[in-house]
């Protein structure tokens, strides 16, 4: 439970944060798709731009973990297929309903039942991967 | 200070903010990613009778679980006391495309026609066709905005941006082909 409660805690704070830079907005994803503003671009590119500076600096530094173990993520396994298939599909989905994973929950706290589906709908959809996966091209 | 949280936050202050949650996830010994949280929670609710995929120990993943109920309570403080839930200022090219589709309101972080209670059941197929799209595409990709656009573009991980640009290639598709014809 301690290791496990500051998680709840950036959890509220990430909420806050993706909800006040209107990032859960379907409208802001609308505009996104259409290239008509930069805001999202901002959010993300800064966000990306900061990261990579960061993982950088840790790596040089060599910093560890709260756990002792490095702080630098295992590479993503190399393929192809099964991202740019993945991908266009999550895209699809996040065109349609202005939300991907973090804003759909952020939205259900909105008190929107609509999101309320959007969610079922999205484990039922992890449900169907992990049932499909072994006859998918990966 | 006031002023500042209930006016909505530029793209300067949420891109940075991005930045510092995903290195505290790392510090805290978890890869920042939240998509993941779709397979736990249907490995806890009984799904690995059905597929290995969802046979391991999901209290192992505890963490995600934890970080995404903070997220649904993140929504519930901000609409109820930080004016989460206001008019967008969208850019005006967008929403003379919006209305050519058949969005009618704009006051809202969502159009209420579409997503509130009056457009509720003329619009479930929206719903359940999207949120199926982005369960089976962000696990068909190992990982969603959260995961691949920020903590693997960060890690300058190829795959990451291999997925980013499917978002792209989707989102378009989405944008153009699939909701004109959902709403």
């Given at each position: 439970?301690?290791?496990?409660?500051?998680?709840?805690?950036?959890g509220i704070?990430?909420?806050?944060?993706?909800?006040k830079g209107e990032?859960?907005?379907w409208f802001?994803?609308?505009e996104?798709?259409r290239?008509?503003?930069?805001?999202?671009?901002g959010?993300?590119?800064?966000a990306?731009?900061l990261?990579?500076?960061?993982?950088q600096i840790i790596?040089?530094?060599?910093?560890?973990?709260?756990?002792?173990q490095?702080?630098?993520?295992a590479?993503?396994?190399?393929a192809?297929?099964?991202y740019?298939f993945g991908g266009v599909?999550f895209g699809?989905?996040w065109a349609?309903?202005?939300?991907c994973?973090?804003?759909i929950?952020?939205?259900?706290?909105y008190?929107y039942?609509?999101?309320?589906?959007v969610?079922?709908?999205a484990?039922?959809g992890?449900?169907l991967y992990?049932?499909?996966?072994?006859?998918l091209?990966? | 200070?006031?002023?500042?949280?209930?006016?909505?936050?530029p793209?300067y202050?949420?891109?940075?903010?991005i930045t510092i949650?995903?290195v505290?996830f790392?510090?805290l010994?978890?890869v920042?990613?939240?998509?993941?949280?779709?397979?736990?929670?249907?490995s806890?609710?009984?799904?690995?009778?059905?597929?290995d995929?969802f046979?391991y120990?999901?209290k192992?993943?505890a963490?995600?679980?934890f970080f995404t109920?903070?997220l649904?309570?993140?929504?519930i403080?901000?609409?109820k006391?930080?004016?989460?839930?206001?008019?967008?200022?969208?850019?005006?090219?967008?929403?003379?495309?919006?209305?050519d589709?058949?969005?009618?309101?704009?006051?809202?972080?969502a159009?209420?026609g579409?997503?509130?209670?009056?457009?509720?059941?003329?619009?479930l197929p929206?719903y359940i066709i999207?949120?199926?799209?982005?369960?089976f595409?962000?696990?068909y990709?190992n990982g969603c905005?959260?995961g691949?656009a920020?903590?693997?573009?960060?890690?300058?991980?190829?795959?990451s941006?291999?997925?980013?640009?499917g978002f792209?290639i989707?989102?378009?598709i989405?944008?153009y082909f699939?909701?004109?014809?959902l709403i």
């Amino acid at each position: 439970m301690m290791k496990n409660f500051p998680f709840l805690i950036l959890g509220i704070v990430f909420g806050v944060i993706l909800a006040k830079g209107e990032v859960i907005s379907w409208f802001r994803i609308q505009e996104m798709f259409r290239f008509d503003d930069f805001h999202m671009y901002g959010v993300i590119g800064s966000a990306v731009v900061l990261g990579v500076i960061s993982l950088q600096i840790i790596k040089k530094l060599d910093l560890k973990d709260a756990y002792g173990q490095s702080l630098i993520p295992a590479p993503k396994p190399i393929a192809f297929k099964q991202y740019i298939f993945g991908g266009v599909i999550f895209g699809m989905g996040w065109a349609i309903t202005g939300a991907c994973p973090g804003p759909i929950y952020i939205l259900v706290g909105y008190g929107y039942s609509s999101y309320v589906i959007v969610l079922l709908a999205a484990l039922a959809g992890a449900f169907l991967y992990g049932i499909l996966a072994k006859y998918l091209p990966h | 200070m006031n002023d500042f949280l209930m006016n909505p936050w530029p793209w300067y202050v949420v891109g940075p903010l991005i930045t510092i949650v995903m290195v505290i996830f790392l510090y805290l010994g978890q890869v920042f990613g939240i998509s993941s949280s779709l397979q736990h929670i249907c490995s806890m609710a009984g799904a690995g009778k059905f597929s290995d995929y969802f046979r391991y120990d999901w209290k192992k993943k505890a963490p995600v679980l934890f970080f995404t109920v903070g997220l649904i309570v993140g929504g519930i403080l901000t609409v109820k006391f930080l004016d989460g839930d206001h008019y967008v200022a969208i850019a005006e090219e967008t929403k003379m495309a919006l209305i050519d589709i058949g969005v009618r309101d704009f006051d809202h972080y969502a159009p209420i026609g579409i997503f509130g209670e009056d457009g509720f059941w003329s619009h479930l197929p929206l719903y359940i066709i999207g949120g199926l799209l982005i369960g089976f595409g962000t696990r068909y990709a190992n990982g969603c905005t959260s995961g691949h656009a920020i903590m693997g573009l960060s890690n300058l991980q190829w795959p990451s941006l291999i997925a980013v640009v499917g978002f792209f290639i989707g989102g378009l598709i989405g944008t153009y082909f699939l909701l004109p014809w959902l709403i």
